[in-house]
């Protein structure tokens, strides 16, 4: 049984941090997308705030968070798999992956 927790572990680890990777990507590619548009309207491009990029980064990994969540049934796994996201989500490798992000976008505003 403990040995089958442990893959678990590993497999929500793997999971999240996936999840975690696609929602900054997407969030970046957003505002690369906003800013082409922009300049191609003629319109002056202003940057978001780091806050404006973090929260819907956020967002976007709730949302992940939430369709793998759903697709749970057995109520112990339900809460290893958002201890999982808990974790992840207080990690310092997802605050440099976001901070990373956000500064790779600035260098293109």
């Known amino acids: 049984m403990f040995e089958a927790n442990l893959t678990t572990q590993f497999q929500f680890d793997e999971k999240v941090d996936l999840a975690i990777g696609k929602s900054v990507k997407a969030t970046l590619r957003f505002y690369n997308e906003l800013r082409k548009q922009a300049v191609a309207r003629g319109e002056v491009v202003k940057p978001p705030s780091y806050e404006t990029f973090s929260t819907m980064a956020r967002g976007l990994m709730d ?27 207080l990690n310092y490798s997802t605050q440099k992956l976001q901070r990373e992000a956000y500064e790779t976008l600035m260098r293109r505003y």
Do not use: G, P, Y
């Not at 939430?66 to 290893?80: F, G, I, T, Y």
């Open 63 to 89: 949302a992940n968070k939430q369709v793998d969540l759903d697709r749970l049934k057995n109520a112990s796994m339900r809460d290893l798999f958002e201890r999982t996201w808990s974790q992840k989500l």
